[in-house]
Nanobody, 131 residues
Framework: QVHVLESGGGLVQPGGSLRLSCTAS????????MGWFRQAPGKEREFVSSISWSGGYTSYSDSVKGRFTISRDNAKNTVYLQMNSLKREDTALYYC????????????????????????WGQGTQVTVSS
């Protein structure tokens, strides 16, 4: 069982920044690909970013590319999402997820952008961008 916990959400003005953190339990964190997803009211959950177990591969949705940066510290069992130049449309509940399958993404040191490939999820942290 892997427990995933997000933190760092809050209220920020347009153009501002936030850094989300996500910790996952277990000594095997360093071999898990990790991902961030978000869901706005009335909308479906969407992919934001993902990172391979080594950190050598990262992926972003077109809507956040160039503004958000994902990173990880395996010694701290933590993955981060640095969000800059925030827009009102970034308002959503942000979820962190772990892919513990050790399948093709593990062996290729890459990460999925499909939520169905992630098997452990946190409860989410709210990000609200408003003036």
């Amino acid at each position: 069982q892997v427990h995933v916990l997000e933190s760092g959400g809050g209220l920020v003005q347009p153009g501002g920044s936030l850094r989300l953190s996500c910790t996952a339990s277990g000594r095997a964190f360093s071999v898990y690909a990790m991902g961030w997803f978000r869901q706005a009211p009335g909308k479906e959950r969407e992919f934001v970013s993902s990172i391979s177990w080594s950190g050598g591969y990262t992926s972003y949705s077109d809507s956040v590319k160039g503004r958000f940066t994902i990173s990880r510290d395996n010694a701290k069992n933590t993955v981060y999402l640095q969000m800059n130049s925030l827009k009102r449309e970034d308002t959503a509940l942000y979820y962190c997820a772990a892919d513990t399958h050790l399948g093709s993404y593990y062996y290729s040191d890459s990460a999925s952008n499909d939520a169905t490939d992630f098997d452990y999820w946190g409860q989410g942290t709210q990000v609200t961008v408003s003036s």
